[in-house]
């Protein structure tokens, strides 16, 4: 492809962040953007430009048929100045293997991890230092053909842009309490559970608005066909550590395959533990509760990193982990991980790309 263009009028950064940021609220000064024409012959004019608004056409088939997919990711100041980027690659498979499923065009990796990288390089000023603080990245691909007819569309924008964001629980690591529900679903198999599309968490949000009235953060959603085994948190994916394991629900096609996830069993792995991604039902966490089996419940996604579940409810039982307080492996993973991204550690399994 070609030369990323830099529109050579926002060359200079204009910094502003807020002393309190709300996560999603505050974006950098230029975005990246590049176009994809069927016609033309795939990803054209890969630009990085002044963050503004769009005109796009009311009858755009994103607007109707949701064909529409995103990432999220992180980049981090560390102590030393140098700005780094957990398991960026690991973002953009993902982006791909959602696109396939959704008949969007992949992007070629290497070169939007470049535009990335410039994009970021550009606006560093943005990345906020305080601790805890990072410059949260959303890339996002959509149709936006005009036309009525259900079909994959032939013309798609790619945006990165990019958010300086606080950490997610400003007053401390903190446990969250947790509703399983027992009337809605997230995903079944053959779906697209396992994809970062947009109809995903629109179809998430009654959940969540009514679980918030009970008073809970999250909901726990359990499998589709026999509503017994655990799937995931909101969007986060879930971790029980028993006795004498620590378990997680296997990918089947209807959790989405994250990569703090994936991250977490591999330290998990290196540190000893009985790992295992195999079905946990409901019953079984009930019933390890009970008989003083289970340890901990936490939650693992980019936004958090780890969150542990100091309450949770399913029907009628309804159970406090640790006192409430925060479970001892979840605080441990926390500070692993947050060390890696920091450079408080030594990143000796290669997860985190520099940007210079
Ligand atoms: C993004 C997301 C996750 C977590 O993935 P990470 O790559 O760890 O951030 C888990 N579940 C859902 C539904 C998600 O959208």
Avoid at 93 to 106: D, F, G, T, V, Y
Avoid at 122 to 128: E, G, V
Avoid at 262 to 279: A, F, H, T
Avoid at 341 to 356: P, S, V
Wanted: aromatic share 12%; glycine share 8%; proline share 5%.
């Amino acid at each position: 492809m070609a030369e990323i263009i830099i529109a050579p009028t926002v060359e200079k950064v204009d910094v502003k962040i807020p002393d309190k940021l709300i996560f999603g609220r505050t974006f950098t000064t230029h975005l990246f953007e590049m176009t994809y024409d069927e016609e033309l012959g795939g990803w054209q004019n890969p630009t990085i430009k002044k963050f503004s608004e769009l005109s796009i056409n009311p009858a755009a088939l994103v607007f109707h048929y949701g064909q529409s997919i995103f990432e999220g990711l992180k980049a981090y100041k560390q102590d030393d100045g140098r700005i780094a980027l957990f398991r960026p690659e690991k973002n953009f498979e993902r982006l791909n293997s959602s696109a396939k499923r959704m008949c969007i065009p992949e992007i070629d990796i290497d070169f939007v991890l470049n535009a990335l990288k410039e994009l970021i390089s550009l606006d560093r000023d943005w990345i906020p230092t305080k601790p805890g603080h990072s410059l949260y990245i959303r890339p996002l691909v959509f149709a936006y053909d005009p036309f009525l007819g259900v079909r994959p569309g032939g013309k798609y924008k790619f945006f990165i842009m990019l958010s300086p964001v606080g950490p997610y629980y400003p007053e401390g690591f903190k446990p969250v309490p947790i509703l399983a529900s027992d009337k809605y679903v997230r995903a079944v198999r053959g779906g697209v559970g396992d994809c970062k599309t947009a109809g995903n968490y629109a179809a998430s949000l009654l959940a969540q608005a009514e679980a918030k009235k009970e008073g809970f953060t999250q909901v726990l959603y359990l499998d589709a066909l026999e509503r017994k085994y655990l799937e995931e948190v909101g969007t986060m994916n879930i971790f029980v550590h028993f006795e004498d394991e620590v378990a997680t629900p296997g990918l089947g096609g209807t959790i989405l395959p994250g990569i703090t996830r994936m991250s977490v069993l591999e330290i998990l792995k290196d540190w000893g533990y009985n790992v295992n991604e195999r079905n946990i039902s409901i019953d079984e966490v009930i019933e390890s509760h009970k008989n003083g089996k289970l340890k901990e419940l936490f939650g693992t996604g980019t936004a958090a990193v780890i969150s542990s579940v100091g309450r949770l409810k399913y029907k009628d039982f309804e159970a406090v982990f640790n006192n409430g307080e925060v479970g001892e492996l979840g605080q441990k993973l926390y500070k692993e991980l947050t060390d890696l991204h920091y450079g408080r550690k030594e990143d000796l399994r290669g997860w985190l790309t520099y940007i210079d």
